[in-house]
């Protein structure tokens, strides 16, 4: 005799990531590298000449130096519900990105590897049997996550600037990305021994691969004109980038079957009741679009971003997918600081260290029993300098702190703490890379 009963609440939440991605297709994750990160997550009107800009491709254009990036991101979360509370933490790569200028510094790429989603969870509850006086014990296990290659580039279409660097400056990029990945659950319903009921076990995965593409736009003018070379002036930047739509090939693959659990835990199956290979079919993923506008000297930049993605666009032709609960508006809202003191002169090392924090605030795509989830977080730190006389290779350490979900409706409220570790390497400024020489 089989019977599936449905979740009705988490109780309780294990693992090292967030019950929240249970639903949709997991925890978004932004794409982000940690200097971005330690700023907020903003980076559209951000112009790096030593880093990759992930969320506009005009940016590769302002490329001064090749660069290598990579991170860690350590990860501890508090869950609360009722009276129940739980922790979990874990590490994940924030992904690696390798830019470059060309064409007489007019152009630049970058080219990488980054995650979109990630999933990971175990949760257990206990419900009773309808009409029975067994207790049943729930468990959802989630796993896996998407991932993105890209490969972008930028232009600089227009470039007019007088002796002292005031001037427009105006850019255009592309990229193309591959996203790739796989998103798996099991679902199982655990009955006491010698009560009658055999144990049940669902587990479906769903896989996407295919390409998307992302465009975006930098326009860099004064606003205050520098005077001599001993003033700094005033600059600002506009950015403006778009991920596109895309109908992405899925695969949807599911098996239920029924077992029974030994002594030692080990499970032995007793027979099939479904199994789907590999359904094939397709997800709509919606426009998602960027603004941004800094404001900056040679010191100092603040950044405010506003990013949208209507999720409720989502079409999945995919049978029997079901995403669990209602998609919503993600909305991000960003505010991101850095100051370095020695700008870009020579100074000892602190003054050559760069200083970064950031606020975000964002309404998340998920609507659960009819509660918009939103995160708050708040991020602070350091890029240090590596032999800074003869590299811009930098080490960059932080922390964001920040809030997810609440307790109304049942749901649970998650206090969360990220550290962050990223490289940043760059040539030796003596050597000449990608620049080809007059005399052999």
Do not use: C
């Amino acid at each position: 005799m089989v019977l599936w009963v449905a979740r009705v609440s988490g109780q309780e939440q294990q693992g090292s990531g967030s019950v929240y991605s249970a639903y949709g297709l997991g925890d978004l994750m932004g794409n982000l590298q940690v200097q971005q990160s330690l700023m907020g997550g903003v980076g559209v009107a951000v112009a790096d000449p030593y880093g990759v800009s992930p969320l506009n491709p005009a940016a590769h254009a302002f490329l001064l130096r090749p660069v290598f990036e990579t991170g860690v991101k350590g990860r501890w979360v508090a869950s609360e519900i009722g009276e129940e509370s739980n922790t979990g933490g874990g590490m994940e790569l924030t992904g690696i990105s390798f830019g470059a200028p060309f064409g007489q510094g007019r152009w630049g790429m970058a080219l990488g590897l980054s995650p979109v989603s990630r999933v990971g969870y175990d949760i257990e509850d206990r419900m009773q049997v309808p009409g029975q006086e067994t207790e049943v014990e729930l468990r959802y296990l989630g796993s896996g996550g998407l991932n993105r290659a890209f490969l972008g580039v930028g232009h600089m279409l227009l470039r007019r600037a007088d002796s002292l660097g005031n001037g427009g400056r105006l850019a255009f990029g592309a990229e193309v990305d591959y996203v790739f990945g796989a998103v798996e659950e099991t679902r199982k319903a655990i009955y006491p021994r010698g009560s009658g009921f055999y144990n049940a076990n669902i587990f479906s995965s769903l896989v996407l691969r295919g390409p998307t593409g992302r465009l975006g736009v930098q326009y860099h003018g004064d606003l205050v004109r520098k005077r001599d070379r001993d003033d700094d002036g005033l600059r600002w930047i506009v950015g403006l980038s778009a991920e596109l739509p895309t109908r992405m090939p899925a695969r949807r693959t599911q098996v239920v079957n029924n077992y029974l659990l030994g002594n030692t835990g080990v499970e032995f199956p007793i027979d099939t009741i479904s199994f789907t290979d590999g359904q094939k079919g397709r997800l709509l993923l919606p426009l998602q679009w960027n603004l941004a506008v800094s404001v900056q000297d040679a010191r100092w930049m603040a950044t405010a971003e506003y990013r949208r993605r209507d999720w409720q666009r989502l079409e999945a032709d995919v049978a029997d997918l079901a995403l669990r609960t209602e998609l919503g508006t993600q909305v991000y809202h960003g505010l991101g600081f850095s100051y370095k003191p020695s700008g870009d002169g020579r100074g000892n090392f602190w003054s050559t260290t760069i200083y970064r924090a950031g606020l975000r605030y964002v309404e998340d795509y998920l609507v659960v029993r009819g509660e918009p989830i939103r995160e708050f977080g708040m991020a602070f730190g350091l890029s240090m300098p590596v032999m800074s006389s003869t590299t811009r290779s930098r080490v960059s350490i932080g922390a964001e702190l920040g809030e997810r979900g609440t307790l109304e409706q049942g749901l649970i409220r998650e206090r969360f703490a990220h550290l962050f570790v990223g490289l940043s390497i760059t040539p030796d400024l003596r050597e000449q890379w990608f620049k080809k020489r007059r005399i052999e």
